[in-house]
């Protein structure tokens, strides 16, 4: 970070049904038959067998960008930096038809590429979601991510407080990757044995990633999906393939 790019794989989850906020600031916006996806930029494709929800800052503005026949829900910045990536038609342009704040779309169902829940999940909101790093939308996966644990578990304890359906945050968390060190839910493992109690716990927290990102990536194995028994380091570029080739998914570096 800072110095340097990041290639991100960013996955793209159609919109199914959307929050009553954002679809009254959208009706005018947007064609009814438009296909909206929420962009969410990953370093961990191998991980979106497990993800449960897709985090947005519910502070952040983002925009809704027109590309090609498709309209991309992502942060303007990132549209700004994709422009120059041909990810849209036009090299330099990145039309916007809408703003949106990051609270008007919780709640909204999108689909989710390669994961256990196949009729979609939900927009929820996380506060520690950077408006300046990747495309501001972040997929969750709770089993491989503590900052995603923390969070999930946060939302589900003060469901009224956050304005969100409990149900929305108590989904299932499935083991998708075992590792000799925790074993096949890394990041609840660390996140107990760290005492997090919150997702505000940013040390803590920062420690337990590391620890995720290291343990996962070096020793890691699938345990589930369409490369079960591969290791992760193996899996990986797999997965990233499966993904763009479907086009659920394209690279961005920011
Ligand atoms: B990762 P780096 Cl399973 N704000 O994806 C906060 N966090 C963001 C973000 C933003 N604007 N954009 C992306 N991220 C998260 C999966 C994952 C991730 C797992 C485990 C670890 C992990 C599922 N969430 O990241 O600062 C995204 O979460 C730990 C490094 O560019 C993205 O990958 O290194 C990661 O941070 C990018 O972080």
């Not at 985090?55 to 120059?84: C, D, H, N, Q, W």
């Not at 950077?130 to 969070?151: E, I």
Request: aromatic residues 10%; glycine residues 8%.
């Amino acid at each position: 970070e800072g110095v340097g790019t990041t290639e991100y794989v960013a996955i793209k989850q159609r919109v199914l049904e959307w929050a009553e906020p954002a679809r009254k600031k959208l009706a005018d916006a947007l064609p009814a038959d438009a296909k909206v996806s929420f962009v969410s930029a990953t370093l961990r494709p191998e991980t979106m067998y497990g993800q449960v929800c897709v985090f947005v800052g519910p502070g952040v503005t983002y925009g809704i960008f027109k590309a090609g026949s498709e309209y991309l829900f992502l942060s303007p910045r990132a549209a700004r930096e994709m422009a120059f990536q041909s990810i849209f038609p036009k090299w330099g342009e990145f039309p916007q038809v809408a703003e949106l704040q990051g609270s008007d779309v919780v709640g909204t169902l999108v689909n989710a590429p390669l994961s256990v829940h196949k009729d979609g999940v939900r927009i929820l909101p996380m506060e520690s979601v950077k408006p300046t790093k990747g495309t501001g939308v972040v997929t969750s996966v709770p089993s491989d991510s503590p900052d995603d644990y923390a969070t999930i578990t946060d939302l589900a304890k003060k469901a009224d407080y956050y304005g969100i359906k409990k149900e929305w945050a108590e989904l299932e968390i499935i083991p998708i990757i075992e590792t000799p060190s925790y074993g096949n839910l890394t990041a609840p493992f660390l996140v107990k044995e760290h005492k997090i109690n919150s997702p505000k716990d940013a040390t803590q927290l920062a420690l337990a990633k590391d620890l995720a990102y290291k343990a996962g990536f070096y020793e890691g194995t699938m345990i589930y999906g369409d490369f079960k028994g591969k290791s992760v380091q193996e899996a990986k570029p797999l997965v990233r393939e499966a993904l763009l080739d479907s086009g659920d998914a394209f690279v961005f570096a920011d």
